[in-house]
């Protein structure tokens, strides 16, 4: 901790043309509020995050055209992105909102039709042609296999 907290006095000392002895008395370690941190001069100024952006570029020498911002995000999960997809909310004209965990909850009969279908079409020819737009003429066979797995969704996912 020690070896960090030093590289950083020097850090900021060498920005700020000071001695690391000299922040080390203005920063001990503490966090401080924007006016006080600009009266000990620890802030150059104020602004928002294009402020920042420009600044940067300008200290960088770069171009207008080639300033720009790039947000770094933690990829989400598939737990993630299953749970986002189940929590929004579809409807068609007239219907009433429904999400994904109101169809869990209260059509695991459906659900488990679904599975059923896609374990169907997964185990079937590999050349098959289906409309997506009408309905079965022979559902697949529900079993207690399809129950097994919804409960095992529900499972991980509450």
Request: charged share 25%; net charge negative; with cysteine.
């Amino acid at each position: 901790m020690n070896s960090i907290y030093g590289r950083f006095l020097g850090l900021v000392a060498q920005s700020r043309h000071k001695t690391p002895q000299e922040i080390d008395k203005i920063a001990q370690g503490r966090v401080w509020d924007g006016g006080t941190a600009h009266q000990i001069g620890l802030v150059d100024g104020f602004g928002s995050l294009n402020d920042a952006v420009q600044k940067a570029g300008e200290l960088a020498k770069l171009d207008k055209d080639d300033r720009g911002i790039t947000y770094l995000e933690r990829p989400t999960s598939f737990k993630e992105q299953l749970i986002e997809m189940l929590a929004s909310e579809e409807r068609d004209e007239g219907s009433s909102p429904t999400d994904g965990f109101a169809f869990i909850g209260n059509g695991q009969v459906e659900l488990a039709q679904a599975v059923a279908d896609l374990r169907s079409v997964l185990g079937g020819p590999s050349i098959q042609v289906r409309c997506l737009e009408c309905p079965s003429p022979a559902p697949a066979k529900v079993d207690r296999k399809d129950a097994g797995f919804l409960a095992a969704i529900s499972d991980w996912l509450f």
